[in-house]
Each structure stands twice: as structure tokens, then as C-alpha cells.
Nanobody, 119 residues
Framework: QVQLVESGGGLVQAGGSLRLSCAAS????????MGWFRQVPEKEREFVAS????????YYADSVKGRFTISRDNAKNTVYLEMNSLKPEDTAVYFC????????????WGQGTQVTVSS
């Protein structure tokens, strides 16, 4: 089992920045692919970014490419999402997720952290 706890959400003006953190506990963090997703009410959860077990490969949704950066520190069992040039449409609950390198879906989820971007 992997337990995930997000932090760093809040209220920010458009054009501002936030850094989300996700602390993991449980099985070996470095063996997991980590991801960030977001969800707004009445819409499906959407993929934001993911990062390989060693941080060597990252993927981003087109809507955040060039503005968001995912990173991880395996020594601290933590994954980050640096969000710059925030837009009101980035407002959502952001979730951290983990999957094993052999899995095709994310199996472990955090409770989410609210990000609100005001115009």
C-alpha cells in the first residue's frame, strides 16, 4: 500500500504561481510512477502530468505544457507540481496518484488539494 498526502493548494491570482507537494509513505516510493490529476465539479478527473520512477521522463497535458513542471525527490518520498502562469481554468481539486511501473492505471490516490485561481 502507498499513502499519499497532498499539500500546497490555495487561492492565487491569475498569472501567479503555486507549488503542490505530495508526500508518500508505505512501499518503496522510487518504484512508482507518480502523477497529478485534477477535477472540477461535474466533470471527469483529467490527467495533468506524470513522472517516471527515476524522474527521467515526464508527460504533460497540452493545457499545462510550458507552465507546469512535475518533479520528484526520491530521498524525501515526495513529488511536486510547480504551477506557473496560472489561469482561472486551472481551478480544480488536484490529486496525486501512484502506480507501479508494470501497471497501466494509477492505483493509489491522495485526498486532493484545492487550487483556486481568481481572475
Amino acid at each position: 500500500q502507498v499513502q499519499l498526502v497532498e499539500s500546497g493548494g490555495g487561492l492565487v491570482q491569475a498569472g501567479g504561481s503555486l507549488r503542490l507537494s505530495c508526500a508518500a509513505s508505505g512501499r518503496t516510493f522510487s518504484s512508482y510512477v507518480m502523477g497529478w490529476f485534477r477535477q472540477v465539479p461535474e466533470k471527469e478527473r483529467e490527467f495533468v502530468a506524470s513522472i517516471s520512477w527515476n524522474g527521467g521522463t515526464a508527460y504533460y497535458a497540452d493545457s499545462v505544457k510550458g507552465r507546469f513542471t512535475i518533479s520528484r525527490d526520491n530521498a524525501k518520498n515526495t513529488v511536486y507540481l510547480e504551477m506557473n502562469s496560472l489561469k482561472p481554468e486551472d481551478t480544480a481539486v488536484y490529486f496525486c496518484a501512484a502506480r507501479s511501473t508494470r501497471a497501466t492505471t494509477f492505483d493509489y490516490w491522495g485526498q486532493g488539494t484545492q487550487v483556486t485561481v481568481s481572475s
